[in-house]
Nanobody, 117 residues
């Protein structure tokens, strides 16, 4: 079992920045990723990173968001810059699989990101 604890969400104006963090309860070699779900929308991949540092981004966030991880701290980060109102969603940390395009079986509780126009 892996528990994931997210932090860093909040309210920000359009064009602003936020940094999300997600700490895993134990050392893992799985990929780690961030997904988001807006009201009445399906959950979608935002970004994922392998243990070795390979990354995968949704087209909508390329050039604005950066995913990184600190394997010594079992933590993954999502730096979000140039935020837009359409980035508003609940952001979920995910792990449990080695692929970068599919979600694993472990989810965090979610953290709300709200971008005002």
């Amino acid at each position: 079992q892996v528990q994931l604890v997210e932090s860093g969400g909040g309210l920000v104006q359009a064009g602003g920045s936020l940094r999300l963090s997600c700490a895993a309860s134990r050392s893992i070699t799985y990929a780690m990723g961030w997904y988001r779900q807006a009201p009445e929308e399906q959950r979608e991949l935002v970004a994922a990173i392998s243990y070795g540092g390979s990354t995968n981004y949704a087209d909508s966030v390329k050039g604005r968001f950066t995913i990184s991880r600190d394997n010594a701290k079992n933590t993954v980060y999502l730096q979000m810059n140039s935020l837009k109102p359409e980035d508003t969603a609940v952001y979920y940390c995910n792990t449990g699989i080695y692929h970068l395009a599919d979600p694993g079986r472990y989810w965090g509780q979610g953290t709300q990101v709200t971008v005002s126009s």
